[in-house]
């Protein structure tokens, strides 16, 4: 009763339990061939076996045998051993390296029609794949369907070619379904959805000719497809392919996709077998049309991603990984990691570009002058507090990373301020071959996190335009200065000064602009207001207006041959000179000092002055002029002052 009522409850268990305990059928039986072979009495015929490259398996016996109505009995094997009636016609290869066993067979005659095995190990015990083998008298041989053995989460490239005639037709692959055939790609830029991301339609130089490739290969992608020209089952051409899914040794891959913060970084690693010696590794960016090549390990660099992506290959583990910085929306798309074997395992990987906040942080584009110090700071989140920091410089070749506790570069001094969790890189004296992309990023494990690109623009400045006999005579100019230090002193100060030369660079630079513009104008205008002051000065020097009393006259000062003792502009300029304010009857004196007293004692005039003072004196009224009662006795009568109207 007790085993009835476990059937019983067995039988209520969903499907989907039991399918999912157990992989499809095709993982099975890892052995794999064609269904059916066709061939013309005293014709050949070859047999492709495909089965698992394991170390077993290569070095494992490997047999062609006719079913029987009891066994399968031995036709060939690589064991050395040949039936009889088969000697001299039948041959098989084995190479365990590609995992293919090749059955060839010739003379064919209508005897040798029947179900055969090509298998691995002991006749029969699983590791074998059954082949039905047809022979007529033709003239007719049905075309057979090309067969391709691809491991789970591997990659498949399948080749097609309808000749010159198809060259501007609708090229397409589709796959076969109880309803038809399941359009999966063609020219026209329709993918299934199922696809979209892994597959990938390329015409080839051949006018006619085209191939697709599937990369991340399912489970259920297993199955016959037709690669066609024109449309299936209306007019063109078709070929069959038939596709073998098998669990190999390596782990199967999960279909990852990877979120980059904009503006920050992605890493896309990528997976090969480090005992190969492969000549070309690259990232590719999937369209539909094509995969545009982003980089490779041979130096070539898309321009459109200068300073922007790097390779880090690491032959140790088979994996070369490519960080893509400086994200942008532009940058959303499925990516893929490609090399020269086409039997290669292909990565492709879904980038999603996400808002979000950043982990490095800091001035993206700095100005830098030559021989200046210049530091380039990084700043990193606590979740970075861990991992290991570096700076690199960028290059098309790749971007060496220098950590702080690497100091092999010369001229470059990385250091870490733990306190404040920022990055620095130091570059004194800086050059002009100093200039280009610096990258700061963390690594855990060999594995590449998050960067930050930076810019660094160098100015050549004087130093550029000056030639080195010009720059040894500056020296020699500049050997000794006032208040030099000694040699020591100087190299041990030189990083401080530079330092502070470029904090306060930025500050100098728009003051000296100003004065370069204001100068010149400044300069113009003193020009010119010199120029009007020397102008109307001879102006009044050649003819002043006096008023005396009631009198306007002209007076020429050119008699003179010291105005500034006689003329009244001369008071102005003396401090305390005696002056009388004439005007009416009333007069007023001002004491004058011991100084201007002294002058007026030392004043010499020759004869011809006094007789101008005289002729002068004489056209003035007794009554509008009052001699100082101050001061010498023999000084003249003052001159009114020279500008109009009354005193």
Not at 202 to 216: H, K, L, P, R, V
Not at 328 to 356: A, P, Q
Not at 421 to 438: A, H, M, N
Request: proline letters at 4%; hydrophobic letters at 30%; one cysteine or more.
């Amino acid at each position: 009763m007790t085993l009835l009522a476990f059937i019983f409850l067995l039988s209520f268990l969903p499907a989907e339990s039991a399918k999912s305990r157990y992989p499809p059928k095709t993982s099975l039986n890892p052995v794999f061939g064609p269904q059916q072979v066709y061939g013309l009495i005293d014709g050949s015929v070859s047999i492709k076996c495909f089965y698992p490259p394991t170390t077993v398996n290569r070095h494992d016996r490997k047999y062609w045998c006719k079913e029987s109505s009891r066994s399968c009995l031995t036709v060939i094997s690589t064991s050395g051993y040949t039936a009889r009636g088969y000697q001299g016609r039948v041959t098989i290869a084995d190479f365990p390296e590609q995992g293919i066993m090749l059955v060839n067979v010739s003379q064919l005659a209508l005897a040798d029609q029947g179900t055969y095995q090509c298998g691995i190990g002991l006749n029969g015990k699983g590791l074998s794949n059954r082949v039905k083998l047809d022979v007529s008298e033709g003239p007719d041989v049905p075309e057979e369907a090309e067969l391709f053995y691809v491991e789970l989460q591997g990659s498949v490239s399948m080749a097609c070619d309808f000749g010159g005639d198809y060259s501007s037709t609708r090229k397409f692959l589709c796959k076969m379904e109880k309803s038809g055939c399941r359009n999966i790609v063609d020219t026209y830029g329709q993918i299934d959805s199922d696809f979209q991301g892994r597959v990938l339609l390329s015409n080839d130089n051949t006018e006619g000719a085209f191939s697709i490739m599937i990369t991340q290969v399912e489970w259920e992608d297993a199955g016959l497809y037709l690669c066609g020209v024109g449309s299936y089952g209306e007019y063109g051409e078709t070929k069959e392919l038939n596709v073998h899914v098998y669990e190999g040794t390596k782990a199967p891959q999960e279909k990852d996709t990877i979120f980059g913060v904009k503006g920050s970084s992605a890493t896309i690693d990528c997976n090969y077998n480090p005992t190969k010696n492969y000549t070309l590794k690259y990232l590719c960016k999937w369209r539909t049309t094509g995969c545009a090549r982003i980089i490779d390990n041979t130096g070539f660099l898309s321009i459109s991603y200068e300073g922007r992506v790097a390779m880090f290959d690491n032959p140790k583990n088979g994996t070369f990984s490519i960080v893509l910085n400086q994200l942008r929306s532009s940058d959303e798309g499925f990516y893929w990691c490609m090399t020269n074997d086409h039997r290669e395992r292909k990565t492709s990987r879904e980038l999603k570009i996400v808002e979000g906040e950043r982990g490095l942080t800091g001035k993206e584009e700095v100005q830098a002058e030559v021989g200046s110090r210049v530091d380039l700071t990084c700043s990193y989140s606590c979740k970075y507090y861990s991992y290991e920091k570096y700076w690199c410089k960028w290059s098309s070749d790749g971007c060496t990373p220098l950590t702080a506790s690497d100091q092999s570069q010369p001229g470059l001094d990385v250091s870490c301020d733990t306190a404040n969790k920022t990055l620095i890189l130091s570059l004194d004296p800086v050059t002009v071959e100093d200039q280009g992309w610096y990258w700061c990023g963390v690594r855990r494990n060999g594995h590449y996190g998050e960067t930050m690109a930076v810019s660094l623009q160098v100015d050549g400045g004087k130093a550029a335009n000056i030639s080195p006999e010009l720059l040894d005579l500056e020296a020699s100019n500049t050997a000794a200065p006032a208040g030099a230090v000694p040699q020591g002193r100087a190299n041990s100060d030189a990083g401080v000064q530079r330092a502070a030369a470029s904090e306060s660079s930025e500050q100098s630079s728009g003051s000296n602009t100003l004065a370069l513009i204001l100068g010149p104008i400044g300069a113009v205008l003193l020009v010119l207001a010199a120029a009007f002051a020397v102008f109307k000065y001879r102006q009044i020097r050649r003819s002043d207006l006096v008023s005396v009393g009631s009198y306007r006259t002209n007076i020429s000062m050119s008699d003179f041959e010291n105005p500034k003792e006689y003329g009244a502009n001369d008071n102005v300029c003396m401090k305390q000179s005696q002056e009388t304010q004439l005007g009416g009857d009333e007069f007023v004196t001002t004491t004058a000092n011991i100084e201007s007293t002294a002058e007026t004692k030392k004043a010499k005039r020759g004869s011809k002055e006094d007789a101008d003072l005289a002729y002068s004196a004489s056209l003035l009224t007794p009554s509008t002029v009052t001699q100082s009662s101050v001061g010498d006795s023999t000084a003249p009568a003052e001159i009114p002052p020279l500008w109009g109207g009354s005193v």
